[in-house]
């Protein structure tokens, strides 16, 4: 068992990485395709008096220009679950109407039949206004703050354990600040692109999406076509962090114009329009109180924090989320308010809530070290929770305290500095700081489909997608393993709304929600093998028990005699089929309630009656989970190197170690944590997607004024994982690592700054400007 | 910036300004340019929305001749994504600003999107299409491969491109050598490490 799960192969889908081969949402080749490019708001409020659109409808190759005025209503999305399609912005459904509520926000599209023609004209555009006075400014618009009724899924966004305010009037010593960080953009590589295609009413469109099932079922429900109707494909995505997950008006604009003007077209998003109508995430302001008691032993937390969001939906970024379990406290008070700006609105980017929140968390948790003149680890472990106190669960799987072990030994944490501010490498200050990674593990019913083909080759299909966290290669890795076949002979399929139901890619769920569908539908495949052997008097397994039979190197033989079996094949080519096939559907899920069962008669219903007989599934499905809470730690370390005159910083070593059940692949792994750190990194010194104060458009809408990580930037970065299977999770062991790299990150590197410097920076990004002063 | 300084820039960025604003000159003369660089379009008079005369360009791409009949607005990028069906080279920001758009121009790396279609006549243009020998992979290819060198993958044609060639230029032998030289490749999926790590053993073998 498990030969193949947790080697570092290298990615299946890599040749067509390496070669161009790999097809992203605007690139498939579709015939007689116009460009769709859109006319974006100049305004942030107000509305639309007029579009003059006569001198650039009459700009050759133009084959139509929709606005508000003529394009197809839209229906009300029926559910705002993001499992099965969340619109972004419920209350700006596109082009709907002449309200402008952003500024960049698409208000027509051009539709030539080139790309050149489409941006020259939209260029062309004459748009009037009635302009009106848009709320601008985080910081000035704080007191008309509001407690939102819950956060994504229906989330808790005010939670309290004890007395809080009680306990902190107690407390010997106590830290009380304020943190704050900006709006910061996914920029994935791919900016976002819809090419839509109606034959008939059938429709297909072609989307750089992280939920090929969501945006199905939305374009259904939005444009009034039957499900069966609309067909998501997701092949290749060219990353999404969260930009994807949700979904914008992308596929919408494209499918209506499609209809509109008879033709497939195609839209790619500019990336500078990519910062306004695709998500980003909000500007926070947390206020960050820990009282504790001489030893370090925390009495009381309080996290209160404050982001924004649009008037056209609401999004919580919950960066008090982890603050209830994150550390041991008898007396816990997280809040969560929102303040309401004219500006497109926010959606989860990695690790939302965790990322923004522990950077502050966790640099409190470095102010408190100091006061109480212990060292920042040694307080980590005073105060590290051995249950899940909020809820009152035992953890599945918890390494931390190895974490910070394996962690302070990898950085040389007996190297840092007592006093900041005071240690030189040759001319640049030295610095250390560390902080904890946590995000919970998550998982969702999802189904999968298996197939061996007489030639001795496998297939799965399945309706998630690999937005380049390493999908289809674990995937291929679990399916060899339960056929019992090397790698090469199984191919994995995803990335298309035909397949069987799988998880978005959103919440670090996806390998511990498909892993188990895919590996119990291979298993039953192999199942239905075994029992047609048995039966079979010219199988040399014939009326053998099913129990005695196991699976390996393409063949199922008796366990305790190899030499007995056959290839797998050899019973499909005695019976004269070509093929077998097993479907299975778990239905488990970290959610608080399970989705209602699909309706009868449907394909996955069928799936559904086949899973009671499929034993991986009933095993998976009857785990006792209800006394866990399900959750990845980790140790993030740090050194910096600070130039005492300019200011600039240099990140000199990275260390990480993780703990997130079973490595999958321990190539993809650290790729996916580094990324993640990557990430942290960006936040902590460089990113910042910055409005203007008065007119409240975007101002660094490129990526030129929006700094991202480059090479030049990052250091050598060392990824160790403690690898200990969490089997309650599922029977593979193995929780998300999307996420939990980029949390931490930001305040190890603070903590390190201020180690380096003696100057505590409260407001990300800490940029060089910031230390000088 | 003087000569011989942005004469070194035009080893990373395939050619000066001078040379640059020449090329536009010259392939541009009376063709629109103002979508290009602008999206003002609403602040002009309407007769600068002439049309542009499509051009014939002969391409040489991967070693085959392509003739193709263009807007001269078109950018090498979009020429070889949307005209020749070749969706190797990726569109990351239109802008010169990421590098997923990297291709070689006469063997050294230039931004494909700066440049327009109709400024390549008689380059030799190598994309990632053109990087294997049949099945056998370039060796920057399978170095990338073995090594992790990319997580979505959109960024990888371009950070391929420019790390074939930064190896040709010869000139980064240093870890923080190739790090500075390759910046122009934004990857932000992170797979910075490994995109060092496939490099190195390229360059050491
Ligand atoms: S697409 Fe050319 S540099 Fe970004
Ligand atoms: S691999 Fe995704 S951007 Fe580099």
Not at chain 1, 224 to 246: C, D, L, N, Q, T
Request: hydrophobic share 40%; aromatic share 6%.
């Amino acid at each position: 068992m498990n030969e193949l799960t947790g080697k570092p192969i290298d990615r299946v889908d890599g040749r067509l990485k390496v070669t161009g081969g790999a097809t992203y949402a605007a690139e498939f080749p579709v015939k007689n395709v116009a460009y769709g490019v859109t006319v974006t708001s100049t305004i942030t409020k107000g509305r639309i008096k007029n579009i003059d659109t006569g001198a650039a409808g009459k700009m050759p190759g133009v084959l139509g220009i929709m606005t508000s005025e003529n394009c197809m209503q839209l229906h009300f999305p029926a559910g705002s679950d993001p499992g099965a399609g969340k619109y972004a912005e419920k209350d700006l459904l596109p082009l709907q109407n002449d309200r402008v509520f952003y500024g960049g926000q698409h208000i027509a599209v051009v539709v030539a039949e080139t790309f050149e023609q489409a941006e020259h004209a939209a260029a062309m555009v004459k748009v009037e206004y009635a302009e009106q006075t848009p709320v601008v400014g985080f910081e000035k618009n704080a007191l008309t703050a509001y407690k939102p009724a819950s956060g994504l899924g229906g989330a808790e966004t005010q939670v309290k354990r004890g007395d809080a305010d009680a306990a902190m009037q107690t407390a010997a010593v106590k830290t009380d600040a304020t943190y704050t960080t900006p709006v910061f953009s996914h920029n994935a590589m791919e900016p976002h692109a819809s090419l839509a295609v109606w034959e008939g009413d059938q429709l297909t469109v072609y989307d750089a999406t992280q939920s090929v099932m969501g945006v199905k079922a939305l374009l259904s429900a939005m444009l009034g076509v039957p499900a069966e109707k609309v067909r998501v494909i997701a092949h290749y995505i060219g990353g999404g962090f969260g930009s994807k997950g949700f979904t914008w008006a992308n596929p919408f604009l494209a499918a209506m114009a499609a209809r509109q003007f008879n033709r497939p077209v195609k839209i790619a998003l500019a990336r500078q329009q990519v910062y306004s109508t695709a998500g980003r995430r909000t500007q926070t302001s947390q206020k960050i109180a820990l009282g504790a008691d001489r030893s370090g032993k925390l009495l009381a937390v309080k996290h209160a924090t404050i982001s924004e969001t649009s008037f056209v939906d609401e999004f919580v970024e919950t960066a008090g989320v982890a603050t209830p379990m994150l550390y041991s406290s008898p007396n816990v008070d997280v809040s969560h308010e929102l303040v309401r700006l004219n500006r497109g609105t926010p959606c989860p980017m990695r690790a939302p809530g965790e990322s923004v929140g522990t950077y502050s968390l966790e640099v409190a948790m470095d102010e408190l070290a100091e006061k109480l003149n212990i060292d920042p680890l040694q307080l980590r472990l005073i105060n590290h929770a051995d249950t899940e106190e909020q809820k009152k669960k035992q953890f599945s799987e918890k390494s931390l305290k190895e974490c910070y072990e394996r962690g302070a030994k990898a950085i040389g944490w007996s190297n840092c500095p007592a006093k900041p501010g005071l240690t030189k490498e040759g001319r640049y200050l030295v610095g250390y700081g560390m902080a904890t990674a946590t995000y919970p593990a998550n998982r969702s019913a999802s189904s999968a489909k298996a197939t061996l083909f007489a030639d001795g080759h496998a297939e799965i299909l399945c309706g998630t997608q690999d937005i380049g966290t390493g999908t289809y290669t674990i995937a291929t890795q679990i399916a060899a393993d339960a056929f019992g076949l090397p790698v090469d002979k199984v191919t994995v399929k995803l990335g298309d709304s035909m397949y069987p139901k799988g998880a978005q890619s959103g919440g670090s769920q996806v390998t511990a929600s498909v892993g188990p569908p895919i590996r119990a539908a291979a298993l039953g495949a192999v199942d239905k093998l075994i029992t047609i052997a048995i039966a079979d008097p010219g199988s040399p397994l014939h009326n053998q028990k099913r129990e005695d039979i196991i699976t390996g190197n393409g063949r199922i033989f008796l366990k305790d005699d190899a030499n007995k079996g056959e290839p797998l094949v050899a019973v499909l080519s005695r019976k004269g089929l070509d093929k077998i096939e097993a479907d299975a559907k778990t239905n488990v899920s970290t959610r608080p309630s399970l989705p209602a069962p699909a309706p009868a008669g449907s394909p996955e219903a069928k799936t559904e009656e086949e899973s009671k007989t499929n034993m991986a599934v009933q095993e998976d499905e009857n785990t006792d989970r209800s006394a866990y809470a399900f959750h990845s730690f980790g140790a993030q370390f740090v050194k910096v190197l600070v130039d005492p005159d300019l200011g600039t910083i240099k990140v000199d070593k990275i260390v990480g170690v993780m703990d997130i059940g079973k490595v999958m692949n321990l190539k993809t792994a650290v790729n996916q944590i580094k990324g993640g750190m990557i990430f942290g990194l960006g936040m902590a010194l460089m990113e910042n997607l910055q409005y203007d104060p008065n007119n409240g458009r975007i101002v660094t809408r490129d990526l030129v004024q929006y700094l991202v990580p480059v090479h030049a930037d990052i250091p050598e970065i060392e990824v160790q994982f403690i690898d200990r299977p969490d089997l309650y999770i599922s029977p593979l062991g193995a929780r998300g690592i999307g996420e939990i790299g980029v949390t931490g990150m930001a305040a190890a590197i603070a903590n390190a700054v201020y180690n380096a410097t003696g100057k505590r920076i409260r407001d990300l990004p800490i940029t060089p400007d910031k230390l000088i002063v | 910036m003087d000569n011989s300084q942005e004469d070194q820039e035009a080893q990373k960025t395939g050619t000066t300004r001078r040379q640059f604003l020449g090329q536009v000159g010259l392939a541009s003369a009376g063709l629109q340019l103002v979508p290009l660089l602008s999206k003002a379009g609403s602040m002009l008079p309407d007769n600068e929305a002439a049309p542009a005369e499509p051009v014939t360009v002969s391409l040489m791409v991967n070693g085959s001749r392509k003739t193709l009949t263009l807007d001269t607005r078109v950018t090498l990028l979009d020429a070889l994504r949307e005209k020749l069906q070749m969706t190797g080279s990726k569109k990351g920001c239109d802008h010169g600003q990421c590098g997923a758009c990297t291709v070689l121009a006469d063997g050294r790396r230039i931004n494909s999107c700066l440049h327009l279609a109709v400024m390549c006549e008689g380059t030799e243009v190598t994309t990632i299409e053109g990087l294997a020998k049949g099945e056998e992979l370039h060796p920057m290819q399978a170095a990338f491969l073995k090594h992790d060198g990319f997580q979505c993958g959109y960024c990888t044609p371009g950070q391929i491109c420019s790390a074939v060639g930064l190896v040709r230029e010869g000139h980064a032998h240093t870890d923080e050598e190739i790090r500075e030289q390759m910046s122009g490749n934004i990857c932000r999926c992170g797979a910075y490490n490994n995109i060092l790590d496939a490099i190195k053993e390229v360059q050491t073998a």
